[in-house]
T-cell receptor
Framework: DVKVTQSSRYLVKRTGEKVFLECVQD?????MFWYRQDPGLGLRLIYF???????EKGDIPEGYSVSREKKERFSLILESASTNQTSMYLC???????????????FGPGTRLTVL | GQQLNQSPQSMFIQEGEDVSMNCTSS?????WLWYKQDPGEGPVLLIA?????ELTSNGRLTAQFGITRKDSFLNISASIPSDVGIYFC???????????FGKGTKLSVKP
């Protein structure tokens, strides 16, 4: 089974703090994704990565950055947290495009971040 | 950007009833996925569909890839209380980019 873990289930931070959310997967998947989930808005893609040290902007990258130094780890960074970044953050992984099942994504349990 | 219309947004059903939900798109998709999300957890993949007309089951769940490639359906037979949650469809436009997600169908079961 694919195992995707996220560093925290719940996190409370103050406005202006730098926040790190970490995601680790154990299935050797090339692709990793960060989404945020908000009521009424569904899942929105923040950033994704198809390879180590490679990153691509998703639909809502503003206010976020990412780091992928190792294949199994993908970090989401909030440089200066703001209250509108209070949300559920979900990490996902998937196989390389063109593989047998190139688009299935497997999610971690989520981190519920509150910015005060 | 691309959008998926998922309906209904929410539904209340009696235990034992069958449930149907669907997703539609204005674009042709080459993949449809159905996920379930329990409160406070991440989405879990239920069924993946890759061919138009494909019908796939996972226990009491059955999903179909619409013949037009623009829609997909999920049916749950004989619902039970643990079916409660939010069901998401997701799809990939043929030869393009990342997954697009529907906004979910919230299922509540009356005991």
């Amino acid at each position: 089974d694919v195992k995707v873990t996220q560093s925290s289930r719940y996190l409370v931070k103050r406005t202006g703090e730098k926040v790190f959310l970490e995601c680790v997967q154990d299935m050797d998947h090339e692709n990793m994704f960060w989404y945020r989930q908000d009521p009424g808005l569904g899942l929105r893609l923040i950033y994704f990565s198809y390879d180590v040290k490679m990153k691509e902007k998703g639909d809502i990258p503003e206010g976020y950055s990412v780091s992928r130094e190792k294949k199994e780890r993908f970090s989401l960074i909030l440089e200066s947290a703001s209250t509108n970044q209070t949300s559920m953050y979900l990490c996902a992984t998937g196989l390389e495009a063109g593989g047998a099942h190139p688009t299935e994504q497997f999610f971690g349990p989520g981190t519920r971040l509150t910015v005060l | 950007g691309q959008q998926l219309n998922q309906s209904p947004q929410s539904m209340f059903i009696q235990e034992g009833e069958d449930v149907s939900m669907n997703c539609t798109s204005s674009s042709i998709f080459n993949t449809w996925l159905w996920y379930k999300q329990d409160p406070g957890e991440g989405p879990v993949l239920l069924i993946a569909l890759y061919k138009a007309g494909e019908l796939t089951s996972n226990g009491r769940l059955t999903a179909q890839f619409g013949i037009t490639r623009k829609d997909s359906f999920l049916n749950i037979s004989a619902s039970i209380p643990s079916d409660v949650g939010i069901y998401f469809c997701a799809g990939r436009v043929r030869s393009q980019g990342n997954l697009i997600f529907g906004k979910g169908t919230k299922l509540s079961v009356k005991p």
